[in-house]
């Protein structure tokens, strides 16, 4: 998203039901990191097959949140939530544990996209 020269990431995505005249609708919603203007970012499929997206500012993003309150089948917000464990793509992260400049245990995690986060092994160095 983009407001006061800046592009930002959304903070929460909604994914809303498919209507007979558009598909693949989604709200992204978001607060400007500079004037933190809330934000919303409607967009959409419509029957030809062409992207739609409208802007909304302040007043008009609390409206068409409301408005749209009801379509919501799932959140992005709900899905980082939902999921404790690592879930979906997964990668590994390895991290040194020093103690006076010297490794003294190497901690092994299985980590995904979305933040979560669990120990999988410990190796102690001895």
């Known amino acids: 998203m983009r407001h006061c020269n800046s592009v930002f990431s959304a903070s929460d995505i909604w994914f809303l039901l498919d209507r007979d005249d558009c598909t693949k609708r989604k709200l992204y919603i978001a607060n400007c990191p500079i004037c933190n203007k809330e934000m919303a970012l409607y967009s959409c499929v419509d029957a030809n097959?062409?992207?739609?997206?409208?802007?909304?500012?302040?007043?008009?993003?609390?409206?068409?949140?409301?408005?749209?309150?009801?379509?919501?089948?799932?959140?992005?917000?709900?899905?980082?939530?939902?999921?404790?464990?690592?879930?979906?793509?997964?990668?590994?992260?390895?991290?040194?544990?020093?103690?006076?400049?010297?490794?003294?245990?190497?901690?092994?995690y299985s980590c995904d996209f979305w933040g979560n986060k669990i120990l999988v092994k410990k190796i102690e160095n001895g």
């Open 49 to 108: 097959g062409e992207y739609f997206e409208k802007y909304y500012y302040s007043f008009g993003a609390k409206k068409v949140k409301e408005r749209l309150k009801k379509d919501v089948t799932s959140t992005m917000l709900g899905f980082k939530t939902k999921y404790k464990m690592p879930s979906g793509f997964k990668y590994g992260e390895n991290k040194e544990i020093k103690k006076n400049g010297k490794i003294i245990a190497i901690e092994q």
